[in-house]
């Protein structure tokens, strides 16, 4: 992966943008999305998605914190994180399945996922920007079923940092 590309995806997770990854991004991650869908943070469902970014936390944590001082820097991120990402991208992704299952459901999901649209908004309120979350959520639903599942969603992310564009 080049470094722009790096530079990109480290900029994803650090949602703050101070500098460096830490638990703080991935509770502003839950808060962003828990508004974007007008979701208490006490209800079930906000609940889960808190408990789905403290386990993702922890799992990027584990792979890529290298001297424990509970942040990843962009050096950690690159050596650990991205390493971790080429060997082995679906294990890699398993960190995000809880956040992600949460996340759909609190976009409104059903057995078979969200709506192209419900999808698109989590993106955005993510972060991203409008034409890149249109055309990753085209990406996501794969088989133009117009739904994005949680394994859809699982697989995406993986794809997002393994995939050349
Ligand atoms: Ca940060
Ligand atoms: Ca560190």
Same mark, same amino acid.
């Given at each position: 992966?080049?470094?722009?590309?790096?530079?990109?995806?480290?900029?994803?997770?650090?949602?703050?943008?101070?500098?460096?990854?830490?638990?703080?991004?991935?509770?502003?991650?839950?808060?962003?999305?828990?508004?974007?869908?007008?979701?208490?943070?006490?209800?079930?469902?906000?609940?889960?998605?808190?408990?789905?970014?403290?386990?993702?936390? &922890?799992?990027?944590?584990?792979?890529? #914190?290298? $001297? +424990? %001082?509970? @942040?990843?820097?962009?050096?950690?991120? /690159?050596? *650990?994180?991205?390493?971790?990402?080429?060997?082995?991208?679906?294990?890699?992704?398993?960190?995000?399945?809880?956040?992600?299952?949460?996340?759909?459901?609190?976009?409104?999901?059903?057995?078979?996922?969200?709506?192209?649209?419900?999808?698109?908004?989590?993106?955005?309120?993510?972060?991203?920007?409008?034409?890149?979350? &249109?055309?990753?959520?085209?990406?996501? #639903?794969? $088989? +133009? %079923?117009? @739904?994005?599942?949680?394994?859809?969603? /699982?697989? *995406?992310?993986?794809?997002?940092?393994?995939?050349?564009?």
């Amino acid at each position: 992966m080049d470094e722009r590309r790096i530079a990109d995806r480290f900029a994803g997770f650090d949602q703050d943008g101070n500098g460096y990854i830490d638990r703080e991004d991935f509770y502003v991650a839950a808060k962003a999305l828990l508004a974007e869908f007008s979701t208490t943070a006490r209800c079930d469902k906000g609940q889960a998605l808190f408990a789905g970014a403290e386990a993702f936390w &922890q799992g990027m944590a584990g792979i890529a #914190d290298v $001297d +424990g %001082d509970q @942040r990843v820097t962009r050096g950690e991120f /690159v050596t *650990g994180a991205v390493k971790r990402l080429r060997d082995s991208p679906e294990r890699f992704a398993e960190i995000a399945r809880p956040f992600l299952r949460a996340g759909l459901a609190v976009a409104g999901a059903d057995e078979t996922g969200v709506g192209s649209e419900a999808a698109r908004r989590v993106l955005k309120a993510l972060g991203a920007a409008d034409d890149a979350a &249109q055309e990753a959520v085209a990406a996501l #639903d794969a $088989d +133009g %079923d117009g @739904r994005i599942s949680e394994d859809d969603a /699982v697989q *995406g992310f993986a794809r997002y940092f393994t995939v050349p564009e």
